[in-house]
C-alpha cells in the first residue's frame, strides 16, 4: 500500500508523546500498526490516533521515523508486511525493518479500551484550566500526589505548599462530591491536541479530537489537601500593571530564551519588584539578561522565579497583583498564589 511521508510523519508525531522518553523499556519505543489507527503506548499514557494501514504489527518507532525522514527527493513511500518483516521502498529505498509481535501492550491497550465509559463533552476551557494550574505542581516525584492536579465539577485545583492555583471552567467534569487527580506532567503533551470529549474508566481519563484521536493517561489515587493560603485573596499593597503589560509581555517573549530549564515549562524568569521597577532576569548557560520596566509600586522589595510561559498566558487578562506575604493574581476564572517566604521552586 502506498503512504504519502507526510501523512505518515503527521501521525509519528502525533502519538510521539506515548513512546516512553528514554529506552528503558524497550516494548514502549515502539508503534502499533491496527489496520485502522496508529497506536503508542508506554505504561501511563495510550494513544490512539485514526491511520488506515492493510497490515498489523509493531516496530520500532526510532527505526521507522529515520527510515522515512532520511530521504526528501520522494514523496511518498510503499509499505508491506511479509511474515515479520516491514518492507518500505520507493525508486529512491528499499529498506527491511523488523517487527515485534506485541501480545503484552496489546492486552493492556484492549484493557483500557474495553472499560471506557460514555462519552462527554469536554468544557471548552478544560485544557487550558489544566495548563495554567500545572505550574503550582511540584517536579519532585517523592512529593506523590502534589505533582498532580485535582479536578472536582467544574475545579481544578493544584498545590506545592508554596504556590496555589485555582480554576473555575465554564463546564463540569465531575458530580459534586467526586474528584479525580491528573499527573502535572502529562498535561504539557496533553496540551497538544484539541480536545472536543472526555470519558473516565477504571483508573484511567480519556480525550477524543473531533478527528477521533484518543489521547488516555492513568489517574492517580488519593486526593490532595486544599491549601488555605488560596483564600487570601485581595489583600495588601495592590500593583497595577495596566498599560505596561504589553512591554513585559515582549520583554517575557524574550526572556524565555535566556531563562534556565530544559524544556519550555520548566524555564524560571527571576522577577524583583522594588520601588517604582519591575525588573526581570533571565540566565542560561553564560549567558544572561535584564529587561526593566517602569511602575507605580511603593511597597517592599520582593523576588520570586516564575515560569515566563505561564506569566505571559496570564498577563493576557490580568494586569493587577496584591502583595502581603503572598503574592495573589487573578485572571478572570483563575487565582493563582504564590507565597513570599518560602523559597522559590
Known amino acids: 500500500m502506498k503512504y504519502m511521508k507526510k501523512d505518515l510523519l503527521k501521525a509519528f508525531e502525533a502519538v510521539r508523546p506515548g513512546l516512553a522518553p528514554k529506552e528503558i523499556e524497550e516494548q514502549f519505543q515502539h508503534f502499533l500498526f491496527t489496520g485502522t489507527d496508529l497506536i503508542t503506548y508506554r505504561g501511563n499514557i495510550c494513544i490512539h490516533y485514526p491511520f488506515e494501514t492493510d497490515f498489523f504489527c509493531s516496530v520500532k518507532a526510532k527505526e521507522i521515523i529515520k527510515q522515512i525522514s532520511k530521504d526528501s527527493t520522494q514523496d511518498y513511500v510503499e509499505i508491506v508486511l511479509e511474515g515479520d518483516i ?199 548557560e553564560g549567558i544572561n539578561s535584564t529587561r526593566d520596566t517602569e511602575i507605580e509600586y511603593d511597597g517592599k522589595d520582593i523576588t520570586f522565579g516564575i515560569n515566563p510561559s505561564f506569566l505571559l498566558q496570564v498577563l493576557k487578562t490580568a494586569t493587577t497583583l496584591y502583595v502581603s506575604d503572598y503574592i495573589f493574581l487573578q485572571s478572570g476564572p483563575f487565582d493563582h498564589i504564590l507565597a513570599l517566604k518560602d523559597t522559590y521552586v
Request: hydrophobic letters at 35%; glycine letters at 8%; aromatic letters at 10%.
Open 86 to 284: 516491514l518492507r518500505i521502498f520507493n525508486k529512491k529505498q528499499k529498506t527491511n525493518v523488523a517487527t515485534h509481535q506485541g501480545e503484552a501492550i496489546i492486552k493492556s491497550i484492549e484493557e483500557i479500551q474495553s472499560q471506557m465509559g460514555d462519552w462527554q463533552t469536554a468544557p471548552e476551557d478544560f485544557l487550558n484550566g489544566l495548563f495554567l494550574c500545572m505550574f503550582s505542581t511540584t517536579k519532585d516525584e517523592t512529593l506523590g500526589r502534589l505533582t498532580c492536579l485535582r479536578c472536582e465539577g467544574n475545579e481544578v485545583y493544584s498545590s506545592d505548599s508554596v504556590r496555589g492555583s485555582k480554576y473555575r471552567m465554564k463546564g463540569n467534569v465531575t458530580e459534586k462530591g467526586d474528584h479525580f487527580l491528573i499527573k502535572a506532567s502529562v498535561v504539557r503533551y496533553l496540551n497538544l491536541f484539541k480536545v472536543s470529549e472526555f470519558c473516565r474508566s477504571k483508573g484511567w481519563i480519556h480525550f477524543k479530537t473531533p478527528q477521533n484521536a484518543v489521547f488516555s493517561t492513568s489517574l492517580i489515587e488519593g486526593d490532595i489537601p486544599q491549601s488555605s493560603f488560596l483564600n487570601a485573596g485581595t489583600v495588601g499593597t495592590c500593583i497595577k500593571l495596566a498599560g505596561r503589560e504589553g512591554e513585559i509581555m515582549e520583554d517575557l517573549d524574550a526572556l524565555t530564551e535566556v531563562s534556565a530549564g530544559e524544556m519550555e515549562y520548566d524555564k524560571t524568569t527571576i522577577v524583583t519588584i522594588t520601588k517604582n521597577l519591575w525588573s526581570m532576569y533571565g540566565i542560561k
